[in-house]
T-cell receptor, first 114, second 111 residues
Framework: DAGVIQSPRHEVTEMGQEVTLRCKPISGHNSLFWYRQTMMRGLELLIYFNNNVPIDDSGMPEDRFSAKMPNASFSTLKIQPSEPRDSAVYFC????????????FGQGTRLTVV | DAKTTQPPSMDCAEGRAANLPCNHSTISGNEYVYWYRQIHSQGPQYIIHGLKNNETNEMASLIITEDRKSSTLILPHATLRDTAVYYCIVREETSGSRLTFGEGTQLTVNP
């Protein structure tokens, strides 16, 4: 398996623009997570899905952020409108089930909002 | 999930064992200890986890004290590629695969 695939790897956008980050989890994994990493706040969980249903979105910073999982093989994280403080590395991870199993992380998307 | 405390940084000589400590004094009976690491510019990588027994896999060993209030991750023969930030995470079984990352320990393996 190719692992968790995220695209794009790098994104530079202007403030106010819409940004969409994409994630393809490992086939057969039922749980999917979006994390954000910054120097100031470290790794933060934004939202996680189980069987394509959002379970906990308490980490989503504000209404400008939204995440969807239309099917088991694809998820998006959208920021609209983007702001410079959204600049960070966004990681997607998946795991086989909600129980005690390891999570597999993608390589991340480095977002820069100018 | 219980809070963990780790030293911010450690150094280790290449080829020697790296012992990374973690305190989790408020851990409860159904919480597991997980270790992940993050090599620069990459996503976090799972290393090992355990409940109360010591665990070993191809990457590392996990030693959990009898009272479960602390643990040690052991990399038996550290290499330069083991330079990374190591995260100790305590997680409840009922919280699914949700992981709450702290600040971790920056391990630097020196030649």
């Amino acid at each position: 398996d190719a692992g968790v695939i995220q695209s794009p790897r790098h994104e530079v956008t202007e403030m106010g623009q819409e940004v969409t980050l994409r994630c393809k989890p490992i086939s057969g994994h039922n749980s999917l997570f979006w994390y954000r990493q910054t120097m100031m706040r470290g790794l933060e969980l934004l939202i996680y899905f189980n069987n394509n249903v959002p379970i906990d979105d308490s980490g989503m910073p504000e209404d400008r952020f939204s995440a969807k999982m239309p099917n088991a093989s694809f998820s998006t994280l959208k920021i609209q409108p983007s702001e410079p403080r959204d600049s960070a590395v966004y990681f997607c991870a998946s795991s086989p089930d909600p129980g005690n199993t390891e999570a597999f992380f993608g390589q991340g998307t480095r977002l820069t909002v100018v | 999930d219980a809070k963990t405390t780790q030293p911010p940084s450690m150094d280790c000589a290449e080829g020697r064992a790296a012992n990374l400590p973690c305190n989790h004094s408020t851990i409860s009976g159904n919480e597991y200890v997980y270790w992940y690491r993050q090599i620069h510019s990459q996503g976090p990588q799972y290393i090992i986890h355990g409940l109360k027994n010591n665990e070993t896999n191809e990457m590392a060993s996990l030693i959990i004290t009898e009272d479960r209030k602390s643990s040690t991750l052991i990399l038996p023969h550290a290499t330069l590629r083991d330079t990374a930030v190591y995260y100790c995470i305590v997680r409840e079984e009922t919280s699914g695969s949700r992981l709450t990352f702290g600040e971790g320990t920056q391990l630097t393996v020196n030649p």
